[in-house]
């Protein structure tokens, strides 16, 4: 095994190990059970620091090893974030798995049918699961991934870090830094709004963790239906902000420059979606006198931005909207955020390739001699890149149809397979029917659980480190450090 993955897990092991034996102290300062926190910690350490000593730093890791790490990695970190929910005696291993893969990969569906039965340092850990899933992912496929020049990134974003892109641990570096200052503000921003809108200060930040990241884990069983109308405001904005772009409002922030946001393409159509959903919405809620003026809006924003942003919090039991509007919300899981946020699923700048190619093939066939070169958002798209956003669409939605087929299966119930598959894979959380927003997974099969916890684990790292696992080319070069 190449020294750089054992270094990186390790280190990512003992680093968690130690958030783990903070908790157990907390859990103690509370009055409650430590002993989950405190033997996953103690796993933690151990492990990682027998992988740490036999691993070996590398400033400049192979396209193979970077590859095979985060695959690996969000493996791995959720089984040790597993043992927690497992030693709580409420769970059996694959349901606290089932919990902890949601968690790390920011996806929000739910094993929990019963919250009493759980303490609040329990709670707070899940919340700290997305938090940690989101900037790792953020930063990953910001700052890293476009260096090995995997699935286009590299044409969307080495513009926006401002370093040269042959230098890797200088990008990185900068870009990580700038990622989590906007991460780190929007939490601190979100405790406040929450608190401030009437939330319990415990409340407000366990969902605060899981707001920035897109995660939509909450304390609450019944999501933010429990919270005030002003809270739910609070959310809809932070909810927004997940998924827009970190580097292009770390711009607007720190370096007061609004212009790179407002001339993306990908935030403009980003904003549109958001804005006509949530009208559309709204507007038939209001004229069908489903709720008041404020309330109609208030919901419509709060489920269009939620649902599209992969975050999955529900201000409302949206399964009690008409038939039209859960269709709309189900195509909204699969249309995503921009690039470059916390959000899960396709993206939407791979939406504006597609399109935009065949814009370029309908325009072709009329003129079949001309010379058109296919652009999105100012900028030229290779075929190399083109052919990587289509390889990405065919195989995600490939694992869609999987998902749908053996849930389906197992569950006889085609409305929970289609959606389950749809939330996992999009890593947005809940569906329709018993595992919709005020449901939870619990009463899947385990071979239902199982297709999730691939699925999301999938999705989260956006599907190229998943073919490479399971390439034996790949564990190859592995092995010779290369």
Do not use: C
Request: no cysteine.
């Amino acid at each position: 095994m190449s020294g750089f993955v054992l270094y990186v897990l390790g280190v990512s092991y003992i680093s968690v190990a130690l958030v783990l034996l903070g908790f157990a102290g907390l859990a103690l300062l509370w009055g409650e059970d430590p002993r989950g926190f405190a033997l996953a910690a103690g796993v933690g350490l151990a492990l990682g620091g027998v992988l740490r000593a036999r691993g070996t730093p590398k400033a400049e890791p192979r396209r193979a090893e970077g590859l095979f790490t985060v695959g690996v990695l969000w493996i791995l970190v959720p089984l040790l974030g597993a043992i927690p929910y497992w030693v709580s005696g409420h769970l059996n291993f694959l349901d606290a798995l089932f919990e902890s893969v949601s968690g790390f990969t920011t996806t929000g569906a739910t094993i929990l049918d019963d919250f009493g039965k759980f303490n609040k340092s329990l709670f707070l850990w899940r919340g700290l699961t997305q938090w940690f899933g989101g900037i790792g992912i953020i930063v990953l496929f910001i700052a890293v991934l476009p260096h090995f020049a995997v699935a286009g990134r590299q044409l969307f974003f080495a513009e926006a870090t401002g370093v040269q892109k042959d230098k890797l641990t200088p990008r990185l570096r900068h870009t990580a830094e700038a990622v989590l200052r906007v991460y780190l503000l929007l939490t601190a921003l979100a405790v406040l709004g929450y608190a401030l809108a009437g939330m319990p200060l415990y409340d407000a930040l366990a969902n605060a963790l899981a707001t920035v990241p897109a995660g939509g884990f909450s304390p609450s069983p019944t999501s933010f239906a429990a919270y005030p109308a002003a809270a739910q405001w609070v959310a809809v904005l932070f909810m927004y902000f997940a998924g827009a772009n970190f580097l292009l409002m770390y711009k607007l922030i720190f370096g007061r420059e609004i212009r790179p946001l407002l001339k993306d393409p990908e935030f403009k159509v980003y904003t549109l979606v958001v804005l006509a959903a949530s009208a559309g919405f709204g507007f038939y809620h209001f004229v069908h006198h489903d709720y008041d003026l404020e309330a109609s809006f208030r919901h419509s924003f709060f489920q269009a931005t939620s649902i599209l942003t992969s975050t999955g919090f529900a201000s409302v039991d949206y399964e009690t909207w008409v038939v039209p509007a859960q269709i709309i919300l189900f195509f909204l899981m699969f249309i995503s955020g921009s690039a470059g946020s916390a959000a899960g699923g396709p993206k939407l700048i791979r939406w504006l390739v597609v399109f935009a190619h065949m814009s370029r093939e309908l325009r072709r066939t009329l003129h079949p001699n001309a010379v058109l070169p296919l652009r999105t958002g100012g900028k030229t798209v290779g075929e190399e890149v083109l052919r990587s956003v289509f390889a990405f669409m065919a195989f995600y939605f490939l694992l869609f149809g999987l998902g749908v087929l053996l849930i389906t299966t197992a569950e006889g119930d085609f409305i929970v397979g289609f959606t389950a598959s749809a939330a996992a894979i999009g890593n947005v959380g809940p569906g329709l029917g018993s595992v919709g927003p005020m449901g939870s997974y619990a009463a899947l099969a385990p071979v239902s659980k199982l297709v999730m916890i691939f699925q999301m684990w999938a999705g989260r790292i956006e599907l190229i480190p998943v073919l490479l696992l399971f390439n034996p080319e790949t564990w190859r070069a592995v092995r010779r450090g290369r």
